[in-house]
C-alpha cells in the first residue's frame, strides 16, 4: 500500500486546516488506519484512529478539536483539524492503526503543518 497525505500549511491558532491521504491498493478499505505526526525533536505519536466501519478514537491531546473520517470507495482518510494550536505543529502522515498487526506499512509522504501567527 502507497500512502500520500496532503493538506497541510501554515495556519493561524484557532485556524483549521483539512488533510487528505490517498491510498493505492485494495488493503485501504479493509483496515483500520490512522493518523499521525511528529515535531520536531520529538517521536511519531498517533492522534486518531478510524475502523473500517467508522468508529473513532482520538488521543487526549485533539479530542474535540480533531476528526478523523474515511472514503473507502475512494480509499482515501481524512483529518479534519479545527482550532489549530501552535503545539499541533508537526508532520503529519497517516498509516494503518498501530494496533494492526502489520502496522505500520510503508509511510510515505507526510504533509507539514505549522501552527503560528
Known amino acids: 500500500v502507497q500512502l500520500q497525505a496532503s493538506g497541510g500549511g501554515l495556519v493561524q491558532p484557532g485556524g483549521s486546516l483539512r488533510l487528505s491521504c490517498a491510498a493505492s491498493g485494495t488493503a485501504f478499505r479493509f483496515n483500520a488506519m490512522g493518523w499521525y505526526r511528529q515535531a520536531p525533536g520529538k517521536q511519531r505519536e498517533q492522534v486518531a484512529s478510524i475502523t473500517p466501519s467508522g468508529r473513532t478514537n482520538y488521543a487526549n491531546s485533539v479530542k474535540g478539536r480533531f476528526i478523523i473520517s474515511r472514503d473507502n470507495a475512494k480509499d482515501t482518510l481524512f483529518l479534519q483539524m479545527n482550532s489549530l494550536k501552535a503545539e499541533d505543529t508537526a508532520v503529519y502522515y497517516c498509516?494503518?492503526?498501530?494496533?494492526?498487526?502489520?502496522?505500520?506499512?510503508?509511510w510515505g509522504q507526510g504533509t507539514l503543518v505549522t501552527v503560528s501567527s
Open positions: 498509516n494503518t492503526d498501530s494496533a494492526n498487526p502489520y502496522y505500520p506499512w510503508n
